[in-house]
């Protein structure tokens, strides 16, 4: 079992900013993607953005321009910097690890960090 370490949420006014970590345990050497998801109450979970092994990244429209995700692969972190907040970015927001071993994919999520935007 791979435990992802979350930080970085909180509560921010509106146009504020907030930048969110993912740290996998470093002993880990076959991870793939890395990206950050979210869910609002009464929501399905939603992607917001990922990034390959090679730094390609894919974010969504909704955060487009605002948010960007970068990771460190020494550290094995993945990060979200979040711009430009607006009320409906509140949310919780999740991080999901692919770990690819041979021909096997496994999946791996954060613990989620609130994140509140309100004046």
């Known amino acids: 079992q791979v435990q992802l370490v979350e930080s970085g949420g909180g509560l921010v006014q509106p146009g504020g900013s907030l930048r969110l970590s993912c740290a996998a345990p470093r002993n880990i050497f076959s991870i793939n993607t890395m990206g950050w998801y979210r869910q609002a109450p009464g929501k399905e979970r939603e992607l917001v953005a990922v990034i390959s092994g090679s730094g390609r990244t894919n974010v969504a429209e909704s955060v487009s321009g605002r948010f960007t995700i970068s990771r460190d692969n020494v550290k094995n972190t993945v990060y979200l910097q979040m711009n430009s907040l607006k009320p409906e970015d509140t949310a919780v927001y999740y991080c999901?690890?692919?770990?690819?071993?041979?021909?096997?994919?496994?999946?791996?999520w954060g613990q989620g960090t609130q994140v509140t935007v309100s004046s």
């Open positions: 999901k690890v692919v770990v690819v071993i041979a021909a096997d994919t496994y999946d791996y």
